[in-house]
């Protein structure tokens, strides 16, 4: 049964840091690309980062000089640093295990942040 579990969400003051884990079981992580998405109140899910099996990053622009994505393959975690935190970054951030070919991805329960003094 594959599951993944976010953690390291909470409250934090704007212009201060967090990092997201997410574990991973189930699987075979390591060929696996993991995106991290975002979901706001009343906003579409977005997707925030991502980085790919061999190690490739992308981020949203509006988030890309502040949040890193990284990933341990031998303990089957992807990671979102987030630095530098703004209210608008306030959302349930989620993961999500993107494998090849169709019904191959799977996803987090999500992890609350919330930004505010």
């Known amino acids: 049964q594959v599951q993944l579990v976010e953690s390291g969400g909470g409250l934090v003051q704007p212009g201060g840091s967090l990092r997201l884990s997410c574990a991973a079981s189930?699987?075979?992580?390591?060929?696996?690309?993991m995106d991290w998405y975002r979901q706001a109140p009343g906003k579409q899910r977005e997707l925030v980062a991502s980085?790919?099996?061999?190690?490739?990053?992308n981020y949203a622009e509006s988030v890309k000089t502040r949040l890193t994505i990284s990933r341990d393959n031998a303990k089957n975690t992807v990671y979102l640093q987030m630095n530098s935190l703004k209210p608008e970054d306030t959302a349930v951030y989620y993961c999500?295990?993107?494998?090849?070919?169709?019904?191959?991805?799977?996803w987090g329960q999500g992890t609350q942040v919330t930004v505010s003094s």
């Open positions: 189930g699987i075979i992580f390591s060929a696996y690309t």
């Open positions: 980085i790919t099996s061999s190690g490739t990053t």
């Open positions: 999500e295990a993107e494998g090849l070919g169709s019904d191959n991805e799977f």
